[in-house]
């Protein structure tokens, strides 16, 4: 079984800056996109920024421009660099990891880290 193990959230006042990282424990697992989502009380989950594999990345227009998702293959791990935050950030951040076969798709998920942004 497969974990996602999440670092880096914490507080941090508007403007400023904080990058979480999300390392997968099994060196073997490859999966095909690796990302971020993130869950505000009251609030559906929704997709913050995903990137391939291959380096595609896929952003939510909240935060174009103001983060950035980057991948090392080799070491399974999945980086988001948060600028220019906003109280409007604040939420639990989820890491992901999808593993898709010709007839399955397997979702992995970290157990989430806390980011608040003070006004």
């Known amino acids: 079984q497969v974990q996602l193990v999440e670092c880096g959230g914490g507080l941090v006042q508007t403007g400023g800056s904080l990058r979480l990282s999300c390392a997968a424990s099994?060196?073997?697992?490859?999966?095909?996109?690796m990302g971020w989502f993130r869950q505000a009380p009251g609030k559906q989950r929704e997709l913050v920024a995903v990137?391939?594999?291959?380096?595609?990345?896929n952003y939510a227009d909240s935060v174009k421009g103001r983060f950035t998702v980057s991948r090392d293959n080799a070491k399974n791990t999945v980086y988001l660099q948060m600028n220019i935050l906003k109280p409007s950030d604040t939420a639990v951040y989820y890491c992901?990891?999808?593993?898709?076969?010709?007839?399955?798709?397997?979702?992995?998920w970290g157990q989430g880290t806390q980011v608040t942004v003070s006004s």
């Open positions: 992901n990891a999808v593993v898709s076969t010709w007839n399955e798709r397997s979702d992995y």
């Open positions: 099994r060196s073997t697992f490859s999966p095909q996109s």
């Open positions: 990137i391939t594999s291959g380096g595609t990345t």
